[in-house]
């Protein structure tokens, strides 16, 4: 079965970088596009960033654009967000998910696009 396991979250301070990773197993995960989303304690999910199988063709919330960075590894099955210049606003529970056949660039924001997650990794980001 489609199992994503979330690592690498951590306490940073402000400015400070984080690496987050998510291991893709029971799937061919180099032909799907895969997300990472977030949620703030008291919020609403917020989506990060999509790649897609390419890995070229990425995209990202404007929250996030120019401080995070996704990409992947489909020869280890392996996701990953660079997360620079952390801000406390983005103290969040961090997920990875993976997309349905027919998500495209246009509807990555749609949760129903995603049909497997994982736990999710906790940011907290304080000084």
């Known amino acids: 079965q489609v199992q994503l396991v979330e690592s690498g979250g951590g306490l940073a301070q402000p400015g400070g970088s984080l690496r987050l990773s998510c291991a893709a197993s029971?799937?061919?995960?180099?032909?799907?596009?895969m997300t990472w989303a977030r949620q703030a304690p008291g919020k609403g999910l917020e989506w990060v960033s999509v790649?897609?199988?390419?890995?070229?063709?990425?995209y990202y919330s404007e929250s996030v654009k120019d401080r995070f960075t996704i990409s992947r590894d489909n020869a280890d099955n392996m996701l990953y967000l660079q997360l620079n210049n952390l801000k406390p606003e983005d103290t969040a529970l961090y997920y990875c998910a993976k997309g349905r056949p027919q998500l495209t660039r246009d509807i990555w924001r749609i949760r129903a696009m995603y049909d497997s997650w994982g736990q999710g990794t906790q940011v907290t980001v304080s000084s």
């Open positions: 029971g799937f061919i995960f180099s032909n799907y596009a």
């Open positions: 790649i897609f199988k390419d890995d070229s063709d990425t």
